[in-house]
């Protein structure tokens, strides 16, 4: 079993910055697929930004220069650092682990006021 454990989050205002990390733990024998999924409300679930455990990253065009997604494999730990955030930034992010399926974290309220 694998859990994740998310901080980070909460209110800002357009063009602050916010950070978000995420922990997991349980029997991890080896670095895996981490990274972010974001959903708005009444809205899907979209991917944010994805690290692989050798570091290679994608990020959804939409936050391209602005979010960096970086991780500590000794820590299992996958970390997303917002700048630049807009109003349209806002949701419930989800931090997410691959292998053999997904895990969730518990998600983390950001919210950017205008």
């Known amino acids: 079993q694998v859990q994740l454990v998310e901080s980070g989050g909460g209110l800002v205002q357009a063009g602050g910055s916010l950070s978000l990390s995420c922990a997991a733990s349980g029997s991890i024998s080896r670095p895996k697929v981490m990274g972010w999924y974001r959903q708005a409300p009444g809205k899907q679930r979209d991917l944010v930004a994805t690290?692989?455990?050798?570091?290679?990253?994608n990020y959804a065009d939409s936050v391209k220069g602005r979010f960096t997604i970086s991780r500590d494999n000794a820590k299992n730990t996958v970390y997303l650092q917002m700048s630049s955030l807009k109003p349209e930034d806002t949701a419930v992010y989800y931090c997410?682990?691959?292998?053999?399926?997904?895990?969730w974290g518990q998600g983390t309220q950001v919210t950017v006021s205008s």
């Open positions: 997410y682990l691959a292998w053999e399926r997904m895990y």
């Open positions: 690290i692989i455990p050798g570091g290679i990253t």
